[in-house]
Nanobody, 127 residues
Framework: QVQLVESGGGLVQAGGSLRLSCAAS????????MAWIRQAPGQEREFVAA????????YYADSVKGRFTISRDNAKNTVYLQMNSLKPEDTAVYYC????????????????????WGQGTQVTVSS
């Protein structure tokens, strides 16, 4: 497994932007499918975006399409989430997650027992 640490969260006004980063330790990061998942108070976890090991295949939730962009830099063991045109409903704790399986399995079935989670970073969007 890899260890994941998120950063970049904070308070931003509606319409603003934030970039989240997820730094991974472990030599197998480049083979992992990665995802950003968020959870707002009282709500279920929502997969926001996912990316395959090479970065050429991505998935997005309908709620963020056209506003969020997931990317990765395997040389830096880091995955990013660029969030633009933020809305109050984007307020949540954002988690980074990785899985050694395919991005399709990660996106459609979620993490299995070999997957890893970060500790989360809070994003708050004020109206």
């Amino acid at each position: 497994q890899v260890q994941l640490v998120e950063s970049g969260g904070g308070l931003v006004q509606a319409g603003g932007s934030l970039r989240l980063s997820c730094a991974a330790s472990g030599r197998t990061f480049s083979s992992y499918a990665m995802a950003w998942i968020r959870q707002a108070p009282g709500q279920e976890r929502e997969f926001v975006a996912a990316i395959n090991w090479s970065g050429d295949k991505t998935y997005y939730a309908d709620s963020v399409k056209g506003r969020f962009t997931i990317s990765r830099d395997n040389a830096k063991n880091t995955v990013y989430l660029q969030m633009n045109s933020l809305k109050p409903e984007d307020t949540a704790v954002y988690y980074c997650a990785g899985d050694p399986d395919t991005v399709e399995r990660l996106w459609y079935l979620g993490l299995d027992d070999s997957g890893s989670w970060g500790q989360g970073t809070q994003v708050t969007v004020s109206s």
